[in-house]
């Protein structure tokens, strides 16, 4: 197999999206896909998938592509079983077409390497081996396995497990991926990456994962244009060479870009001193030597203009680099406030589903009790416990307590209730058993994990057609401190441009970048943060996990990024089971 994307580009009406986009991808290729949210990562997926018709360039593809897109939208009524009912029909049609052909083949006259090919695919498909394979693979992806479950029933993240499952068992020949550990925990990713590794055919992955950089790609392909505004493709591999070849990049345009405005500066400074001599101070008396004043001006004139042509001869065209994240500065606590009180803490928690009731059968005192208190000391681990229907978290025994300043690193596997934990910290969960203590005037910020805003539909119910008008309605209201109020185009997360647009318009990256901005917005002294890298650029991962270690405000991240909990190894650690 193979796929080739020739000078590839793209635009939407009135934005141009790629340009010049070039790869080739073989058996063994893993190509990693990077860049800042809204630079066309995935609709570069869509291109590869032949989704899109490309604007210019083209692609070609010969053999079989499978696409796992972020989002998937069921149809209604269409359920788990529906998905891996479609997987293996199409598993054993596409093998009974290859056994057809192998049982038509010409043993006089035809192309026995061609038979041998043919062969060599079905036993790649192996479709009687494919129950089982969709099998193994919703279990170690943690997906659900009852296909009578509706699939609008599942959260994002689930729907997203099912997907990929499904075409992780299909074996196509390219596998393309839109950030395929968001929704998985530590197993599911070690799972993910010795497929990936393993697969036959080739592999494009979008991600901000870096572990999964380093593991797995061959080449990293970056979307974001660098000073002459064409993407860039690493071809060494692993995440730390593509960030050292970036950095320098970075370094060598911001230095040309400087001394390119230093340029116009003089060029500015020259003209202004050359042109002073024509304003009225200069020149002589009116009716005096008249003939000579105006041949001195004529002189002026064309000595500045070939100074500015010349100056602009020389100029180079040189684009703006791309911003860094300016992280506001948070305040630890306000005035008066004593430094030794919790700013949130949480004793005994259990939250159970709305309708679901308390399960029998539930002895509060079996775990022996623990103290998660974030104030630089290491934490216990989480219980063993086994997951009971109808109960979303239940930590008896412990304290969960958030100092001014405090740190906490929640970890653990999907469903043992990392999400609610942080949502009872934040006072949006309604506790059936414990207590929540927060300090009087504590402003807390919060980016969940499947944030309303994640969502076009959602974001249109609000109201709030763009992030400005958001961040205004807020403050007309009477919800945001006049006194204690970061600008959002201050932060280097969203441009002006991006600001003025329909929620619904941006891309899920970049409803992302919103969600953190709408976080930062009110000065929190309490970050809550429940898997802050997905969705978000490489870039952006990397500067916001130095941001959070630096921060004077509290900071608890629930997380399953491997990469940012080894750069966040000092902090205390609930982890939950």
Wanted: proline share 6%; charged share 25%; hydrophobic share 40%.
């Amino acid at each position: 197999m193979h796929l080739v994307a020739d000078d590839l580009a793209f635009s939407y009406p009135g934005r141009d999206v790629l340009r010049g986009v070039g790869v080739t991808v073989n058996s063994g290729t893993r190509l990693g896909v990077v860049g800042e949210n809204g630079s066309g990562k995935s609709t570069f997926l869509h291109l590869l998938a032949g989704q899109l018709d490309p604007t210019g360039g083209e692609v070609r593809r010969d053999g079989t592509v499978a696409l796992v897109e972020q989002e998937l939208h069921p149809v209604p009524g269409q359920t788990v079983g529906d998905l891996v009912a479609a997987t293996l029909d199409g598993l054993r049609r596409a093998a009974a077409e290859l056994d057809a052909a192998a049982a038509a083949f010409d043993h006089e006259a035809g192309d026995l390497a061609e038979l041998q090919r043919t062969l060599a695919r079905a036993e790649h498909l192996a479709a009687w081996d494919a129950d089982r394979r969709v099998d193994v693979a919703l279990t170690r992806l943690g997906a659900p396995r009852d296909l009578g479950r509706g699939l609008a029933e599942l959260s994002v993240g689930e729907r997203y497990r099912v997907r990929l499952a499904c075409r992780l068992a299909e074996r196509a020949d390219l596998l393309l991926l839109d950030e395929p550990t968001n929704h998985l925990d530590t197993s599911a990713i070690e799972f993910l990456t010795g497929e990936l590794v393993a697969w036959r055919g080739g592999v494009v992955v979008v991600t901000h994962d870096r572990e999964l950089l380093d593991d797995v790609a061959t080449a990293i392909l970056d979307l974001d244009p660098s000073w002459d505004g064409r993407p860039v493709l690493y071809g060494q591999p692993g995440y730390l060479s593509y960030r050292f070849a970036k950095n320098q990049a970075l370094h060598r345009w911001r230095q040309r870009y400087r001394a390119e405005r230093k340029r116009a500066a003089r060029l500015a400074e020259v003209l202004d001193a050359s042109y002073e001599g024509l304003s009225d101070e200069w020149r002589p008396p009116k009716g005096s030597q008249r003939h000579r004043r105006a041949t001195r001006a004529r002189i002026h004139v064309k000595a500045a203009d070939r100074l500015a042509q010349k100056l602009e001869a020389e100029a180079v065209e040189v684009p703006v680099p791309p911003p860094a994240l300016a992280f506001p500065d948070l305040p630890a606590m306000s005035p008066g406030w004593d430094p030794g009180e919790a700013l949130v803490e949480v004793r005994n928690p259990r939250v159970v589903v709305a309708d679901g009731g308390e399960p029998p059968g539930e002895a509060s005192g079996a775990w022996p009790a623990r103290d998660a208190a974030a104030a630089g000391s290491a934490t216990s681990p989480g219980s063993s416990r086994k997951s009971v229907p109808g109960v979303l978290l239940d930590l008896p025994g412990t304290r969960v307590a958030v100092p001014p300043s405090g740190r906490l690193l929640v970890t653990g596997p999907n469903g043992t209730g990392k999400s609610t934990l942080l949502r009872v910290l934040a006072g949006e969960a309604g506790l059936a058993r414990g207590s929540r203590v927060s300090r009087e005037g504590v402003r807390i910020g919060v980016v969940g994990q499947e944030s309303p805003a994640l969502t076009p539909a959602a974001a249109r119910r609000t109201g709030f057609e763009t992030a400005a008008d958001e961040a205004l309605s807020l403050l007309a209201a009477g919800e945001l401190d006049p006194d204690h109020v970061v600008a959002v185009a201050s932060l280097g997360l969203l441009s002006e441009e991006d600001l003025d647009r329909p929620l619904g318009e941006l891309s899920v990256g970049q409803r992302r970048r919103f969600e953190l901005a709408r976080a930062l917005l009110h000065v929190p002294h309490l970050l809550l943060l429940d898997e802050p890298t997905n969705h978000l650029s490489i870039d952006l991962v990397d500067e916001l996990t130095r941001a959070l270690t630096a921060t004077p405000a509290a900071v608890v991240v629930a997380t399953h990024d491997r990469r940012m909990r080894e750069e966040l190894a000092d902090w205390p650690e609930l982890m939950l089971s």
